[in-house]
């Protein structure tokens, strides 16, 4: 079992940053890809950006030229840095990471980080 730590969240103004990390509670192998997703109340949740084992990450739209995500692979670490924040980013933030073993893929949530901006 892996279990996924996050830290990071908080409450921002709008126009303002924050920096979330998340990290495995042990030293995990085979990592595919770690990434982010979102749930703001009363929406599903959505993918907010995704790293590979390879280094390439996709966004979605709505946090382009905003977000970026990044990872340590010594430290098995993934980082959401979020800038030029709005209120509509306002949400529960999950990380998340695939593992592949032998062909098979593993996915693992995170317990969650509340982001809240607002005035």
């Known amino acids: 079992q892996v279990q996924l730590v996050e830290s990071g969240g908080g409450l921002v103004q709008p126009g303002g940053s924050l920096r979330l990390s998340c990290a495995p509670s042990?030293?995990?192998?085979?990592?595919?890809?770690m990434g982010w997703y979102r749930q703001a109340p009363g929406k599903q949740r959505e993918l907010v950006a995704r790293i590979t084992s390879g280094g390439s990450a996709n966004y979605a739209d709505s946090v382009k030229d905003r977000f970026t995500i990044s990872r340590d692979d010594a430290k098995n670490t993934v980082y959401l840095e979020m800038n030029s924040l709005k209120v509509e980013d306002t949400a529960v933030y999950y990380c998340?990471?695939?593992?592949?073993?032998?062909?098979?893929?593993?996915?693992?949530w995170g317990q969650g980080t509340q982001v809240t901006v607002s005035s």
């Open positions: 998340s990471t695939v593992i592949q073993v032998t062909g098979t893929r593993f996915l693992y």
């Open positions: 042990r030293n995990i192998e085979n990592i595919y890809s």
